[in-house]
DNA sequence: ATTTGCTTGTAGCCAAGGCTACATTAACCC
DNA sequence: GGGTTAATGTAGCCTTGGCTACAAGCAAAT
């Protein structure tokens, strides 16, 4: 195969290496989206948000999940005092929602695919921060189309 | 809402846990994919893979791509000489042979579902790391039914 | 055979996201 | 109120995956 200059191929090249730094940054972002959503979650249907519950539904120790919390805050995401929960700032809810809208729509798709139930919850945990606002939309055409 | 023990909530709770899980493991795995797929690639249509052009291709500093390339040595995926390029064991090229059927099919159901192609090959280097058997299958079959 | 320039290697730094072990604090029950 | 239990906080460690800056090596051209 021609290796000189393939018309086309330094564009290529670039594009990849786009998508490589997307993912990057996707995954940067990626434990905000999924604090900020499970955050909402807990308050919504139980009033408040603890570290340790929050924890014990992601499935890491109490101090990983205390610390990111704190990034959160850093970052102004969520507030919390001390043995009294953490609550969303104005900016965080609207990341949480943002978050959940996505989520729930590539869930639905991988549901529509016939993905049994569990592995597309599970699949759809590490997708939906993946999903361009173009693939998106396409999702939701099929979705609507179907 | 009811707090207290509904019914299947507990189950939930673990569905969810493991979900992130999951998650984590394919973030642990996704590096080693993807530079195995990369060298597979370059090897194929150059006969060789350099440090530098993996990170060009990567978008990141050779350092970076040679830090890494180690860790690929150091997990029997891949051997390389100075300034003679990387290659892949056979374990590494089962790997590789691996992702690239299924990047190759995530890529084609985003394309199927009419995803733009620089956003559909942005988006399928990530979403690749996070497909399950029982959604790569849902795929397949959607493809081969569309 | 030198120079010059790309490629490779090395040193040392950083932030993120994990963990265990231990200390402190709050809540609850008696 | 005191004791017990659970939640929270703190200290300190690890690996990964980034980076810059500088050193060394090789190859090609003059
Ligand atoms: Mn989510
Ligand atoms: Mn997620
Ligand atoms: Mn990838
Ligand atoms: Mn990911």
Do not use: C, N, W
Request: aromatic residues 2%; negative net charge.
């Amino acid at each position: 195969m021609g290796l000189e200059a393939a018309p086309g191929a330094l564009e290529a090249e670039e594009i990849q290496a786009r998508g490589f730094g997307r993912v990057r940054e996707a995954h940067a972002a990626e434990l905000l989206e999924d604090y900020a959503e499970l955050i909402d979650d807990l308050v919504r249907d139980g009033g408040q948000a603890r570290a340790t519950e929050i924890a014990r539904r992601l499935g890491v120790s109490h101090v990983t999940a205390v610390k990111a919390v704190a990034r959160l805050e850093r970052e102004g995401l969520a507030v919390s005092q001390p043995h009294r929960g953490v609550k969303l700032t104005e900016e965080g809810a609207a990341l949480a929602a943002h978050a959940r809208a996505r989520h729930r729509l590539v869930l639905d798709l991988l549901l529509a695919l016939g993905v049994p139930a569990e592995d597309a919850k599970a699949d759809a945990e590490g997708i939906e921060h993946h999903v361009s606002p173009a693939t998106l939309a396409a999702f939701a055409r099929f979705l609507k189309g179907k």
